[in-house]
């Protein structure tokens, strides 16, 4: 298995549909969303084996202080193979002039950030405001 990385935004609807699905996100079921959110992403970097989408990491940033990292997927089958590391490890360096870098992880994720180089902080808070009610995705 050889994995090949990409940092295009152009990604296939149903591509970015059936990744966010395969890890049971919401979101799968709003692919065109998915997509208009990855072209407008400052930086995506995403895994392939062949064709198939099997990994992707997007960054929201302001272009010197802060780098927000916002989605990292791998599909459950390619799990445990060091793509979710790469994914990150790439990322930082991508980032690595900025101030900051952050992101919101689910608690079962965080060992996995922590050994990545993240910190939890514990003076602060994951908020949020949902705007459309009727298309919650999380995640």
Same mark, same amino acid.
């Given at each position: 298995?050889?994995?090949?990385y990409s940092?295009t @935004?152009?990604?296939d ?7 966010f699905?395969?890890v049971?996100w919401?979101s799968?079921?709003?692919p065109?969303?998915?997509?208009k959110?990855m072209?407008?992403s400052?930086r995506v ?5 062949g064709? @198939?989408?099997?990994?992707l990491?997007?960054a929201?940033?302001?272009?010197a202080?802060t780098?927000?990292?916002?989605y990292?997927?791998v599909?459950?089958e390619?799990? @445990?193979?060091?793509?979710g590391?790469?994914?990150i490890?790439r990322?930082?360096?991508a980032y690595?002039?900025?101030y900051r ?13 922590? @050994?990545?180089?993240f910190a939890v902080?514990?003076d602060?808070?994951?908020?949020e405001v949902?705007?459309?009610e009727?298309d919650?995705?999380?995640?």
């Amino acid at each position: 298995m050889e994995i090949r990385y990409s940092t295009t @935004k152009r990604i296939d609807v149903q591509d970015l549909a059936e990744l966010f699905s395969s890890v049971g996100w919401e979101s799968a079921r709003f692919p065109d969303r998915l997509q208009k959110a990855m072209a407008g992403s400052h930086r995506v970097l995403t895994a392939w084996d062949g064709d @198939k989408l099997i990994g992707l990491v997007n960054a929201l940033a302001d272009g010197a202080m802060t780098a927000y990292f916002h989605y990292l997927l791998v599909k459950p089958e390619y799990q @445990k193979r060091g793509i979710g590391r790469e994914l990150i490890t790439r990322m930082l360096a991508a980032y690595r002039e900025y101030y900051r870098i952050v992101l919101i992880s689910y608690r079962q994720a965080a060992g996995f950030y922590e @050994k990545c180089g993240f910190a939890v902080c514990p003076d602060s808070a994951a908020m949020e405001v949902r705007r459309i009610e009727h298309d919650r995705p999380t995640g």
